[in-house]
Each structure stands twice: as C-alpha cells, then as structure tokens.
C-alpha cells in the first residue's frame, strides 16, 4: 500500500511508522548516525528481551518493560549504564504512541540499521504493554563463564552458535562501566562500523588495559584504547564455540545473516508473533560495508591465539604502528 505520507509498505498498519522513524532518526539518533545511542539502543533491546525464560517466570520478553519499569530493572547490577539510553528514549517514546516494547525494538532496528555493514533488521510491530518487570539475573555478565551464558541463553531458547551470532553486537559496542575511569572504550577498532573485526581483535593476543588496571569482567586488549570484556574472550576460546567464533572472521555475510536471523527471534522473545504485523520495509536500507577487514597496524597471524582447527583466513595488516582506538564521542 502507498501510505498517505507516499511511503510504500506492505501492510497499512505499519504506515503509522514512518514518522517515528524520521522522529528517532532526528531526536535519538543525530540525524541517522551509528553512534553511542544506536549502539546503547541495541543493547537495551537485548537487556528487554533476554527477561523470559522458556523453563520457568523470567518476564515478559521483548515487552519494553526495561522502559515502562525502568525504576525496578535499573537496579539491576547487569544493566549499569543502560540509564543513559532509558532517559534518553523517554521523552522520545512518549510523542510516538507505540507501546514501550514496539519503541524499544523498533529504536534497536533503526540504531542497528545506521551502522554500515548491518543487516536491515526484521520488525514486527504489535507488542502488548508490558504488565511487570522482568526480574533480576536475567543479563549475563562479562564476569560469567561459558557453562552460565550458554545456560542463560539455553533458558530463553537461543542454542551456542545463536550467541555467537548475537555477540556479532559487540562489533558496534563500547564501555561506559566495566572500567568507570574510561567511558565509551570499543571493543574493537571500528566500532562505527558493524564489521567482522570484533571476531578478529578478540583472537588477538592480549597486551594491556586501557585504563585504570584489570577491572571485573575486562581481560588483557591487544590495541591502546581498547577494550576486551572478558565474557568475548571466554566464548571465542571455548571448545563449544570457538569455531563459531572463528568462521565469522572476514565472513561478513555469515555474520549479519546470522545475525539478523538471532535478532528476529530475541526482538518478539515472548511475544505472540500471530497478532503482529511484518512492519521490516519500514526500517532504512543500511550502507553496505565493502570488506575484507584487516589485522590492526603492526599485527598479523602471529598475534592470532587461535583455538579452532579450521583454516584460519587469509587477512592483510593495516599499513603503520599499532593504532590507539579512539573512544566513542558523547559516552
Ligand atoms: C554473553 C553475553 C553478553 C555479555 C556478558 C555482554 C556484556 C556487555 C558489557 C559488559 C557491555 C559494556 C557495558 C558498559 O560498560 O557500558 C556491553 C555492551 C554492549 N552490548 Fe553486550 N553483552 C552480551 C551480549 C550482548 C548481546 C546479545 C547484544 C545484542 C544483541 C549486546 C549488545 C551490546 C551493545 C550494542 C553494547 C554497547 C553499548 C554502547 O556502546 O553503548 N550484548 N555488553
Ligand atoms: C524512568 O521512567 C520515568 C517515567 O516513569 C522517566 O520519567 C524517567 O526518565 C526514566 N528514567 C530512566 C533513567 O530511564
Ligand atoms: C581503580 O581501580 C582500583 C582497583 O580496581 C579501584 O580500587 C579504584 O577505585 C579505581 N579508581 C578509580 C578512579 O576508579
């Protein structure tokens, strides 16, 4: 259907969309950038929906609750730092109408979506309120080892190599709170870009800390200025999913198909998909990425601490001495 506003979509109800996009896009976003709240947007939208449980009561799911009972799951020590991105979709998810679950999950589609290289998430638009907060120990926690985040992600429905996929987020992610001394430190070199080099830098041998010593949860990065939670590195060398880990280097159509297909399945966690609409035409086209990534200035093979017996890719270096990553502006 062509919606009044001369947008075309696939169904009439998602027409209503189309301006809450532009209002993201301008009151959110800086005007379409992927930038710390396309990234913390993203997050939210994990931390909202990984509150379910297929085995026992863990919440409602992908049902904006972390936004409507902010007061509640705020409190909860795995969401340090997600206040920045709840105070700031607030006053924006009041002028939109939707319920706090579409907000929440439509914001972390169009976050995602600003980021080169990303998928074009699916959306489903049609969520009910949220009716409780989702309660504590749902999120992981860098600090878990593998047999907790494989357990954690096996009680909401999501096997090894679906969070290798969903880890893929990392590759657009920063710390504010891991280590409080350094706010939006990346965990990888291209953090604006939603690329494989996150799959790479993780397998890459540690060197320092990027800030104020070894904090819970953060191990040896191999790049000045970078981080490396220690959760990343415990998934990439564990034998149950370090050949995940290691077919997404340089695999750039692995990841996001990968990713996309995990993502469509966490953003409706809980949720009765039969009385949804596929609203996904409404979320913009991201900009291509046009690969191959590159091991950062200075590294190569010999830095790669590799715990899979696949052929590992071939990668170039980039030219120069080792780089200092850059933090995120406005973390
Ligand atoms: C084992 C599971 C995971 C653990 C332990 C974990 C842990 C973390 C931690 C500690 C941070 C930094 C928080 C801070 O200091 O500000 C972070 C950031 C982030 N995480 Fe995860 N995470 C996990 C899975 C996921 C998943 C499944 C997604 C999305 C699908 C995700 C998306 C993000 C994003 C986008 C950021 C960056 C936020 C920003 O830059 O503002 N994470 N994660
Ligand atoms: C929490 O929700 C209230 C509305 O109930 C809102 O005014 C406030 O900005 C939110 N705070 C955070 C940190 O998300
Ligand atoms: C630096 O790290 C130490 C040890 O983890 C901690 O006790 C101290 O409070 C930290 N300093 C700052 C400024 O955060």
Redesign the pocket.
């Known amino acids: 259907v062509t919606c009044p506003d001369g947008h075309v979509t696939a169904n009439r109800a998602c027409c209503a969309l189309f301006p809450v996009v532009q209002n993201l896009q301008e009151n959110l976003f800086d005007g379409g950038e992927c930038g ?1 709240e396309a ?2 947007a ?2 939210l ?2 931390h909202d929906a ?1 509150g379910f449980s297929l085995n026992s009561n863990k919440g409602g799911g992908a049902d904006g609750s972390i936004l409507l009972f902010n007061a509640t799951e705020l409190t909860f020590h ?1 969401n ?2 997600i206040d ?2 709840t105070s700031r979709q607030f006053p924006v998810f009041e002028t939109t109408g939707l319920t706090p679950g579409d907000f929440v999950h439509l914001a972390g589609a169009v976050g995602t979506a600003n980021c080169p290289g990303a998928p074009r998430l699916q959306f489903m638009f049609g969520r009910p309120p949220p009716i409780a907060p989702a309660p504590d120990l749902t ?4 600090t ?1 080892d593998v047999d907790a ?1 494989l357990a ?2 096996a009680d909401a429905g999501f096997d090894a190599s679906e ?1 290798v996929a ?5 590759t ?8 409080v001394t350094i ?2 430190t ?2 990888d070199s291209t ?1 604006g870009t939603f690329d494989t080099q996150v799959f790479l830098e993780v397998l890459l041998a540690g060197r320092s800390f990027p800030g104020n010593g070894s904090q819970p ?1 953060e191990v040896l990065s191999p790049l000045a200025g970078e ?1 490396r ?1 220690q ?2 590195f415990v ?1 990439s060398r564990d034998s149950r999913t370090a050949c995940l880990w290691q077919a997404m280097v340089n695999n750039q159509q692995l990841m996001v198909s990968s ?1 996309a297909a ?2 469509a399945k ?1 953003q409706v966690l809980g949720q009765n998909v039969n009385t949804m609409v596929d609203c996904s035409d409404v979320i913009p086209e991201p900009a291509p990425f046009a690969g191959p990534i590159k091991f950062p200035a200075s590294f190569s093979m010999a830095d790669v601490e590799q715990a899979c017996a696949s052929t590992f890719p071939q990668i170039q270096t980039v030219a120069g001495p080792a780089p200092t990553v850059a933090p ?1 502006p406005g ?1």
Do not use: K
Not at 139 to 142: F, I, L, R
Not at 166 to 170: C, M, V
């Open positions: 710390e990234h913390s993203l997050r939208s994990f990984i795995a340090g730092g920045d991105i999120v992981p926690e860098p878990d985040i954690r992600f969070v969903l880890l893929s987020s990392h657009i992610a920063a710390a504010d709170v891991v280590d706010p939006g990346p965990f953090v949860g981080m939670l959760s990343d998934v990713f995990a993502m966490l995120v973390s």
